[in-house]
């Protein structure tokens, strides 16, 4: 069984109509400012690395699985260091620098990496969630999202 999941780790993104922060209105070093503040990164990093992961890693004992991390350039290195070694700890977890531009092929060509790793050829059904990085799942829900990952499913959407 396999499964992918997928963070926006504070990704820099203008212009999006998905966060508050990062409309047209905000210029851009008050966007970078409030996006890599210390306080802010400092809670999503304990609640990503201390709490989350560990959660993950648990819970994913009997499955195939890729957690993609995507974030920009733009982050600092301090930071970034940080999300390095935890993808050095945790076989499952991949980072990959993302640009407003590529973003899709670029996290999408990991994971095609990842399902030829299995020699996984053929189109087959496989569970995708995205966790923000402030999240967290339960430790059971590989085993209870599995059930549902069949072909007659493909397309549709579980919520717990």
Known sequence: MYFVGMTR???YQPKSTEWHASNE??????YLEYLYSDDRMSFRLH??????????ERACIGFNYIHVVQYSSEMPEKFLKILKLAEEKYTFLKLVEVNQVDRYTQVWDV????FLSYNVINEIPFGYFNLDDDDLLSIDYFESAAKYIKPENIGFYVSF
């Open 9 to 11: 780790f504070s990704v």
């Open 25 to 30: 209105s905000v210029e851009r070093d008050a």
């Open 47 to 56: 609640t990503f690395l201390e709490l989350s992961l560990p959660l993950l």
């Open 111 to 114: 994971v095609k990496e990842f």
